[in-house]
């Protein structure tokens, strides 16, 4: 089945207002130092560029979300989610484990490579982070990266 790709934050949501909870370098590789980030999620207005992509997509193909949030908040993306979503079908969304620390890169890597094994057909990628976006490259997968940004990307160095 061929499927479609894309990100949340800085894709089809604006954190900009959360970029003062981005936490300290030493501490981006503890998913518990990014819960007050996170968890703000819920506040952030709509790129609607983005939005309005992935209702588009939605009625052609389905998407499949792959995002850094951890699992544990699903429900507050969710909720963001409804009423914004236009399409029959809703996208899926891939979360990390909440115990899964590893960059985000090798993250979405995993997660490709898992939808492959599955026998989708990923016909390409919607990315924001330009790691993510060499990586989806190296996998070999068309790739297009938006000029927003999420805010924890822009503080990365």
């Known amino acids: 089945m061929k499927i479609i790709v894309m ?19 030493d501490q981006r590789h503890c998913n518990e130092a990014w819960h007050p980030f996170v968890a703000e999620c819920v506040n952030d207005a709509p790129i609607n560029a983005g939005l309005t992509m992935l209702n588009a997509l939605l009625c052609t193909f389905p998407v499949f ?19 914004r979503i236009c399409g029959r079908q809703a996208p899926e969304i891939i979360y990390r484990s909440n ?8 993250f979405k890597r995993h ?32 790739t297009f990266q938006p000029v927003t940004r999420c ?4 503080l990365t160095p």
Not at 67 to 72: F, G, I, V
Not at 99 to 106: T, V, W
Not at 151 to 154: E, H, I, L, N, P
Request: glycine share 4%.
């Open 7 to 25: 990100d949340l934050d800085g894709v089809i949501c604006d954190s900009s207002h959360r970029a003062h909870l981005v936490p300290p370098e």
């Open 65 to 83: 979300i792959i995002t850094s949030r951890q699992e544990n908040f699903s429900q507050q993306t969710g909720q963001w989610l409804e009423g």
């Open 99 to 106: 115990d899964d620390h590893r960059p985000p890169a090798e």
């Open 111 to 142: 997660a490709v490579r898992d939808l492959r094994a599955q026998g989708y057909e990923i016909l390409f990628a919607i990315d924001d982070d330009p790691q993510i976006v060499e990586m989806y490259h190296h996998e070999k997968i068309a």
């Open 151 to 154: 805010s924890s990307v822009v």
